[in-house]
């Protein structure tokens, strides 16, 4: 069954510095979500993107963030001068069709630890 | 903006025994969906089962059904015959119609006792 793989599982980070996570989307999927879960609480959504532009961002998904689909097959995220509270499990997911009643296929998810 | 509760934050059931678990939603939508996610310990988002607001039939995947009810805006999980393999965190979630982001419960840590 495909699948929407993400690397790393885990990156540890010093604060102040910039970290970029990685995503394999399905490759006939058509709409790519990042989503954060803090320890112990709910899943977040940070940024919906289609057709290589932002289609919706959530008030979390703020300047310190980008994502990027540089060469048709992954979708990163950036965050750029990472903070301790950015410390979180943070979801890559995609979606087939517009419309739809598909459930989004997650990625197994990257720790990120900022210290 | 919509919301969704899960009401009960942690549940356990005996092995073999019928569990369900609660969800509320609010939202002033007709078209949406709706969608039960589990997250076992690995962390891994997997989705249980889905339910389309126009359809009045309850969906169904083998021992898990929904109970949803569109006027009270209740959509909860039942889960037959609890297996070990069960015992994880439970999301419900709400998408509305078009390319749109979930919105999820806090979750249901479900235990199963052996």
């Known amino acids: 069954e495909p699948e929407v793989t993400q690397t790393p599982s885990h990156q540890v980070t010093q604060m102040g510095q910039e970290v970029i996570l990685r995503c394999v989307p399905i490759?006939?999927?058509?709409?790519f979500y990042w989503y954060r879960q803090i320890l112990g609480q709910k899943v977040e959504f940070l940024v919906s993107?289609?057709?290589?532009?932002?289609?919706?961002k959530s008030e979390i998904f703020d300047d310190q963030f980008s994502v990027e689909r540089p060469d048709g097959s992954n979708f990163t995220l950036k965050i750029r001068s990472t903070k301790l509270e950015d410390s979180a499990m943070y979801f890559c997911?995609?979606?087939?069709?517009?419309?739809?009643?598909?459930?989004?296929?997650f990625g197994s998810g990257t720790r990120l630890t900022v210290v | 903006a919509q919301t969704v509760t899960q009401s009960q934050p942690e549940m356990s059931v005996q092995e073999a025994e019928t569990v369900t678990l609660s969800c509320t939603y609010d939202?002033?939508?007709?078209?949406?969906?709706l969608f039960w996610y589990k997250q076992p310990p690995s962390r891994q988002m997997i989705l249980v089962i889905r339910?389309?607001?126009?359809?009045?039939q309850n969906a169904t995947e083998n021992r898990f059904s929904v109970n949803f009810q569109k006027a009270a805006k209740s959509f909860s999980l039942k889960i037959s015959d609890s297996q070990l393999g069960d015992a994880a965190m439970y999301f419900c979630?709400?998408?509305?119609?078009?390319?749109?982001?979930?919105?999820f419960g806090k979750g249901t840590r479900l235990s199963v006792i052996a």
């Open positions: 979630a709400y998408r509305r119609s078009g390319n749109t982001p979930l919105v």
């Open positions: 490759s006939n999927h058509l709409y």
């Open positions: 993107f289609y057709n290589n532009e932002i289609s919706e």
């Open positions: 339910q389309e607001a126009y359809k009045q």
């Open positions: 997911a995609s979606r087939k069709l517009q419309g739809s009643n598909y459930g989004y296929t």
């Open positions: 939202t002033s939508e007709s078209d949406y969906y």
